[in-house]
């Protein structure tokens, strides 16, 4: 079966074989555009017009004025959009982290109050939970991983979540947001809203009314979902992904619906800038997602451009000028180019990480964490090496996987072994780098971190400059052996 679009879509529903929820999914940069162009059809069809919801506190008000005959219009169309209904629990941190803008709470339920409020409940109902308990234990009874923080929380952090006391503060102040939601009969969505939504797909609605829903949280495998998509009626327009070589997947689809959005178009150079300073990938190293915010970021700056390009083509040239560079850098990068010996390129992708960071400090210290880390790795694959006579310079890492790994990683007589547990990857990187570099030199390494870790935690006014000093010196290090990289291979290094 081809891949339903929205031209399809209105023509099944011309001739008849319409649906009476519609569902479309993905980045809602796309999705809502595409959702409303949908509706708008179906609306034009009808002889009706569109009306359209955001994030809604509850869905019952909704299913009830679909369920019932207009005096004045016998069709209706309603767009709703972002509902999370159909959220998983891997959805559930964003939902509390969504919530928490409310915070703290004041006590009334002004416009940023309702919409956090609602959130919350939407994340009580993710896990099952029935909004009309006591507040207290509701909040308590939401796992830990709930209130520590999703993805984008997490990629402002430098991969870190709340900590156990900022948990327990969170769940007070959203505590008293539940309990003001209630008082103020809020009810989000419950199983109820589920099932009344399934009976809709399965029975319909009485003729010319359609719901139509655009959604950035789906789970396919919801016995909802599966039957919209039995039925032809859900299109999932795609979310943007990091693919390998630093390709964004999926970013086309965005970049397309911007560009017709705006009648403005980009060139294929301006796209690869504009993502390179806009997007960023979701926390987790399995994760291949991109932060939603980002994405975000990159349809707004698509549409300054496309205002300040006055009917022309967006250039490169423009994007440099314009958008400032918050896109992403990985730390791995930095590492690998310290490795190499570029030292140029290292401390231009370190400022960049820095630049592109929203708190600075945790971003300094977790960087500066893994150069320590990589530093005592150095120091310690050359100890080892020498100690078990591994020879230096074994380039082919397949080789140095098969044979040399794992007599680097076994048991020592004088304690455990440092390097046990580190993935064959970082364990080659480093030895690479080892080979490179004199003995003095790494023995000195774990003097020079804690030398480091001295001036960035309070004995210096420049702790970046630190941190630059201790890369330049490895570089130095790495760079003093020149050619000999490749003429030490019978020797340890």
Not at 157 to 175: C, F, M, P, V, Y
Not at 292 to 311: D, I, P, V, W
Request: hydrophobic share 40%.
């Amino acid at each position: 079966m081809a891949k339903p679009t929205i031209e399809t879509l209105l023509q099944a529903a011309a001739g008849g074989g319409g649906s009476p929820v519609y569902l479309v999914s993905g980045d809602l940069v796309v999705a809502a555009p595409q959702a409303e162009k949908l509706a708008e059809g179906l609306a034009k069809a009808a002889g009706c017009e569109v009306e359209s919801w955001r994030r809604p506190g509850g869905l019952g008000e909704i299913f009830q004025n679909l369920r019932t005959f207009s005096l004045f219009n016998t069709a209706k169309v309603m767009l709703v959009v972002d509902t999370a209904i159909f959220a998983d629990r891997t959805s559930a941190a964003e939902l509390i982290d969504q919530a928490e803008t409310a915070l703290p709470f004041t006590g009334e339920l002004d416009t940023a109050g309702l919409e956090g409020a609602s959130r919350l409940l939407q994340a009580l109902r993710v896990f099952g939970l029935q909004a009309t308990g006591d507040p207290a234990e509701l909040i308590n009874s939401l796992p830990k991983w709930a209130v520590e923080g999703g993805a984008a929380f997490r990629k402002k952090r430098s991969g870190r979540g709340r900590t156990a006391k900022q948990s327990a503060t969170l769940r007070d102040e959203l505590t008293g947001l539940l309990g003001a939601a209630q008082q103020a009969g809020l009810e989000g969505y419950a199983e109820g809203d589920l099932a009344e939504l399934g009976q809709i797909v399965a029975n319909g609605l009485p003729e010319g009314h359609v719901l139509v829903l655009a959604e950035h949280a789906v789970a396919k495998d919801h016995p909802v979902v599966v039957a919209l998509s039995q039925r032809g009626a859900f299109l999932d327009v795609g979310r943007v992904s990091s693919g390998r070589g630093g390709e964004w997947q999926g970013l086309q689809a965005l970049t397309d619906q911007l560009a017709s959005e705006t009648s403005v178009s980009i060139a294929a150079a301006a796209v690869s800038e504009l993502a390179r300073r806009t997007l960023r990938q979701e926390s987790g190293w399995q994760s291949r997602g991109v932060d939603g915010e980002s994405t975000a970021r990159y349809a707004g700056e698509y549409r300054k451009l496309a205002a300040q390009a006055g009917g022309g083509q967006i250039t490169r040239e423009m994007v440099v000028e314009t958008v400032d560079d918050r896109g992403e850098q990985d730390v791995w990068q930095i590492l690998d180019a310290v490795g190499k010996g570029l030292g140029g390129e290292a401390l231009s992708r370190y400022q960049r990480y820095l630049t592109s960071s929203s708190d600075l400090i945790s971003a300094r210290l977790s960087f500066f964490g893994l150069l320590a880390g990589f530093c005592r790795h150095l120091t310690a694959v050359a100890g080892v090496a020498r100690l078990r006579q591994i020879p230096a310079g074994i380039d082919n890492y397949n080789q140095f996987k098969s044979r040399w790994a794992s007599q680097l990683q076994g048991d020592l007589e004088v304690g455990k072994n440092p390097l046990a547990g580190l993935h064959p990857f970082r364990l080659h990187r480093a030895y690479v780098t080892a080979s490179r570099m004199d003995r003095d030199v790494l023995a000195r390494l774990p003097w020079l971190v804690l030398e480091t870790e001295l001036r960035i935690k309070g004995e210096s006014s420049e702790p970046d400059a630190a941190i630059a000093a201790l890369m330049t010196r490895l570089v130095v290090a790495i760079n003093a052996s020149g050619p000999r990289a490749n003429t030490r291979s019978r020797r340890s290094p």
